[in-house]
Nanobody, 124 residues
Framework: QLVESGGGLVQPGGSLRLSCSAS????????IGWFRQAPGKEREGVLC????????FGPDTVKGRFTASRDDAKNTVYLYMYKLKPDDTAVYYC???????????????????WGQGTQVTVSS
């Protein structure tokens, strides 16, 4: 099970940290993906944190602004978002890769366990 938290309303240029807390498995054994879905748009991959801690970014629009980290003691993955823009407004989800043996990828069908999502709104 995955539970996201940390979303909210932030002004353009601000920052947020999202948390993805896991239970029932060890996050260090799997790639963990972050996805987002804005109203009327398809879900898109934002970042994949691999087991070795390497980030894999999705759209160019988040490169240099989003990064991730992991706290193994808390079995939690974090998504750090900086210089937020109104276009970053979406529901953000974390998800677990279906296998511990693959490389990071941001195709949603690779992930078999999803959190409930947390809303991020970037607005002045």
């Amino acid at each position: 099970q995955l539970v996201e938290s940390g979303g909210g309303l932030v002004q353009p240029g601000g920052s947020l940290r999202l948390s993805c807390s896991a239970s029932g498995f060890t996050v260090a054994d799997y790639n963990i993906g972050w996805f987002r879905q804005a109203p009327g748009k398809e879900r898109e991959g934002v970042l994949c944190m691999s087991k070795d801690g390497t980030d894999t970014f999705g759209p160019d629009t988040v490169k240099g602004r989003f990064t991730a980290s992991r706290d193994d003691a808390k079995n939690t993955v974090y998504l750090y978002m900086y210089k937020l823009k109104p276009d970053d407004t979406a529901v953000y989800y974390c998800a677990k890769d279906f296998t511990p043996f693959s490389l990071c990828a941001l195709q949603a069908d690779r992930y078999n366990s999803w959190g409930q999502g947390t809303q991020v709104t970037v607005s002045s």
